[in-house]
């Protein structure tokens, strides 16, 4: 029973204003092209949840879908700050709700796993605490010691690309697997992002790969190169580049203005992003091969 | 090569690789603790073992790597795990001996803040927030901070503890029932400042060159000045060539 | 750096007289070669913990390792009854302390992660909390409703059976996973035993493949059919026909002790038993070949 | 083939496969429950999807499964996770939709003893335990037993809850908090037991040739019949047909 779907219907269908999404991914497998479809098609009030923002939430935020950010690191990893996301918090124009990681991952940890709160060791770093009361204490039913703990967060779309899945939305990962798995059991509705799509039987052959099982999966959408200037480990690399201009684009909300009518409005999709990337990037950002040894599930 | 001179960046490379021991899991991000690691790993601490808050254990990278979410770090890696795994099995379990932390402002008795300058709800600056240091500075065995040294990043009281080293000193830290032994060292372009008996950040030892009050001017607290307070050793010339030749041989980081 | 040790020298160097030992494996790699190491060493007074004892805690309880049994599930899987543990519990010579499945996991899981415990959606059946006080409860401070939990399992050892280790311990499994990770990570001191010992460069051909990583390890022993009569998933299948003998082996103790003094004190090690199975066993437990398809991790 | 002559064993496979539904998510053991989900796929279910406590996922086992850990159930199988995610991402999480369940005893509520006859402390004849099955019964959507009927497997009240139905009846279920729908019903090789509107197990439906004071004789509370208590459809010759030859063919469990 196939759930492919083109990316347009698929969020079309999944994702409504007002929405709580996570879009997933640590550093690795960011689903951009999901995000600039959302933006051309002007849906707004979005509650954004990403541990680190990364400029896939500050696109967003800057083209102006979201009412609040729930996040754990707001910056452009290796770079910087995250200009427009800093810009609307300081200016009071975004709401936020902020956690440490493992707050943030125990949320979702929480929200996978049906549990009522994930506890964790003290930190002794409370100021965090006080401003967000998301966090409560529990007592230790054994010592009696102080236990902190966080809500589940159960977001009611993910979105989530992958290397590989089926047509039922059976996914399999590798390289960093962030928070991928926790944030498609956590959510409401799930569209996953593919690479590359193959067939049932590639699944099959490593059983211990699949991450996500196509039953918690509402739409398989066919999308290459979804992840940059992200990348995907494997089919190509991270545009550290583009992360070091982005620096520069998001300056201002006139640069990022312009940035997004050429390459999120001016585009109807990620293959013509991908074309107008042009050959040199095409290039700079191949990745070699370097396979798996395999292993053997025998033949019973 | 002119081991003679050096900057500021390599001097705190070499002297924060110093501080590394064999066998060390060390919790280490991207830029000059990379470098350090990867510095100690090549001279004193060849069985230290990195692992990094995207979940990647044992990476060695082909190539220097520009996020701590690089795939050269995965590709030739002993193992990867998803990132509930790394902070609760390796970092709240225990398994870490050494977390290098960072941030806007360093106080007196070790807390640092990462997140805001000014109010919370109304921030003057805005800063990029926790992401694992809360975790880092309270459950890794060792910590250590790496930092120009500048009045500013040196404030008597941070604005916002988003991770804590000493809180206020005395046995603060300790009634919190974190695990870790907090801060042992800031590594700055000066020289290295290291808790007292109290918890408050004293001059352990200066560089080759930089004198007490020089430090003391650069710091926004009255600095104490360790009993046993040592010069430096500078950066041998074959601790600058592996750096300069091998490791950021771009000068990405130096 | 290499931590290879036989298989004896392991047991002898980390597990003591008392020890609380978790040997490790869902239906699956149980490490039978060391419960019979064990044995032959006379180590005694141990507290025994599995979710599922299966025959291999029968087995040391018949001959005498025990006081204290921790389970979640007392049968021989597919066949019954364990015979050995049945009556030493009935006629109150074994010490027990129960969970359901969850709660055992739970406690795993607790103890891996350095969490004070792990909480538990409530299922209604008290019976067993009211029997076992390490279960208590909580109030969920978000909604008042009662929480179970457990406490941290931390076993002074663990024995893991993987498919394939380096030296160092990097290890990987595949096929059911059971509790082998959190068992590693929950243990202060952790034996591997070792189908088959690689170069570290397949290891680390598969990062993602490593569910237990060298830190944790304290002993790599390369041992072949360690797990027989249960199985390596792709080196040898599990002996169903054996376990159906057990039924009856076990009937009386007389008759374990006969097993014992055979297949047990009566050889030296593994080899010599997987010898005397013979060929007809051998061949009957063959694994054919069904390979995973390589990914590939891309050469950056 | 003989369609008209059908075992116990048959007849209750054939009778719980029945209670699937397509696209079911089945948490699924070995024996009759397998060969009655086997069933369902093959007949009116083809997409429900079996998971296994084992941690096993969409399994295309080339034999018949002996453990609910064989081999066969893992190659070719779409997922595997570890026994800790099996209970919490897709157990305790909502993710399935029917588990089967059985025991030593079932009480008129559906509650269920696999634990111990007698005392705990000292018991007569101590049982398997819970494995997987507490929390099965509580956040399983629906869950099914299968029993041969037997008067001292159906006491009025269980010895001890290894599992729960409706407790005592009522609301007593509901008001524990548990997630799932408790039993729906009991096939056994004389009918059906369904819960009434107050929990109480009820004849919801005889075997063809089955008195109703037959099963009241083999059960041990004053059994009721429920108003619109059925006859069940005998055996098909194609539902016999699939499960002699094509699931069981050494009858190892029919």
């Known amino acids: 029973m196939t759930k492919l779907v083109s990316l347009p219907d698929?969020?079309?269908?999944?994702?409504?204003?007002?929405?709580?999404?996570?879009?997933?991914?640590?550093?690795?497998?960011?689903?951009?092209?999901?995000?600039?479809?959302?933006?051309?098609?002007?849906?707004?009030?979005?509650?954004?949840?990403?541990?680190?923002?990364?400029?896939?939430?500050?696109?967003?935020?800057?083209?102006?879908?979201?009412?609040?950010?729930?996040?754990?690191?707001?910056?452009?990893?290796?770079?910087?700050?995250?200009?427009?996301?800093?810009?609307?918090?300081?200016?009071?124009?975004?709401?936020?709700?902020?956690?440490?990681?493992?707050?943030?991952?125990?949320?979702?940890?929480?929200?996978a796993s049906g549990l009522p709160f994930m506890p964790m060791k003290p930190t002794g770093a409370e100021d965090l605490a006080s401003k967000n009361p998301q966090y409560r204490q529990v007592s230790d039913p054994y010592t009696g010691e102080r236990v902190v703990v966080v809500p589940p967060l159960t977001p009611d779309v993910a979105i989530i690309h992958v290397q590989r899945a089926d047509v039922q939305g059976n996914a399999q990962v590798w390289g960093i697997l962030g928070e991928q798995q926790l944030a498609a059991f956590a959510s409401q509705r799930v569209i996953l992002t593919v690479e590359e799509i193959v067939d049932e039987a590639v699944i099959r052959s490593d059983p211990n790969r699949t991450v996500i099982p196509g039953m918690v999966v509402d739409a398989v959408c066919h999308v290459p190169y979804c992840a940059h200037p992200s990348y995907t480990q494997g089919y190509y690399d991270r545009d550290n580049d583009?992360?070091?201009?982005?620096?520069?684009?998001?300056?201002?909300?006139?640069?990022?203005?312009?940035?997004?009518?050429?390459?999120?409005?001016?585009?109807?999709?990620?293959?013509?992003?991908?074309?107008?990337?042009?050959?040199?990037?095409?290039?700079?950002l191949q990745a070699g091969e370097r396979l798996s040894q395999p292993v053997n599930y025998g033949e019973y | 090569m002119d081991s003679q001179h050096y900057n500021s960046q390599e001097l705190m490379v070499v002297n924060a690789a110093r501080l590394l021991k064999d066998h060390d899991v060390v919790f280490v991000g991207v830029g000059i603790p990379n470098l350090a690691c990867n510095l100690a790993m090549r001279t004193h601490a060849p069985h230290l073992q990195m692992i990094y808050e995207a979940g990647v254990i044992g990476a060695q990278p082909a190539r220097l790597p520009l996020s701590i979410g690089d795939p050269s770090l995965v590709t030739g890696a002993t193992a990867v795990c998803s990132m509930y795994d790394i902070f609760s099995l390796y970092l709240q379990r225990g398994n870490v001996d050494v977390g290098f932390l960072g941030g806007?402002?360093?106080?007196?008795?070790?807390?640092?803040?990462?997140?805001?300058?000014?109010?919370?709800?109304?921030?003057?600056?805005?800063?990029?927030?926790?992401?694992?240091?809360m975790e880092i500075a309270a459950w890794a065995n060792r910590c250590y901070i790496i930092t120009p040294h500048q009045k500013r990043r040196f404030p008597a009281r941070v604005d916002f503890h988003t991770s804590i080293g000493f809180l206020t000193g005395g046995d603060a830290r300790a009634s919190t029932g974190v695990r870790g032994g907090g801060p042992q060292a800031v590594v700055t372009d000066l020289g290295v400042l290291k808790p007292d008996q109290h918890g408050e950040l004293v001059l352990a030892a200066m560089h080759p060159g930089v004198t007490y009050d020089v430090v003391a001017e650069h710091t926004g607290w009255p600095l104490k000045k360790a009993p046993d307070c040592q010069v430096t050793e500078p950066p041998t010339a074959e601790e600058l060539r592996i750096l300069r030749d091998e490791l950021d041989p771009q000068r990405i980081y130096i």
């Open chain 1, 10 to 111: 698929a969020i079309r269908t999944h994702l409504h204003d007002g929405d709580l999404l996570y879009a997933s991914g640590f550093t690795h497998l960011i689903p951009f092209a999901a995000a600039h479809e959302i933006i051309r098609q002007g849906i707004t009030g979005l509650t954004l949840a990403r541990a680190t923002p990364d400029l896939i939430y500050d696109q967003m935020v800057a083209a102006g879908c979201a009412r609040k950010l729930i996040f754990s690191y707001m910056g452009n990893p290796g770079v910087g700050s995250l200009r427009r996301l800093r810009a609307a918090i300081e200016s009071g124009e975004l709401a936020w709700e902020e956690y440490s990681h493992f707050g943030m991952i125990s949320r979702l940890r929480a929200g």
């Open chain 2, 104 to 133: 806007a402002q360093i106080d007196q008795f070790g807390n640092i803040n990462a997140t805001v300058i000014g109010d919370y709800d109304h921030p003057k600056v805005r800063l990029p927030g926790s992401g694992g240091a």
């Open chain 1, 242 to 284: 583009f992360y070091l201009a982005w620096d520069e684009i998001s300056k201002t909300q006139e640069s990022v203005q312009a940035y997004l009518d050429e390459w999120v409005y001016g585009l109807p999709d990620r293959q013509a992003y991908w074309e107008k990337l042009g050959p040199e990037v095409h290039e700079r």
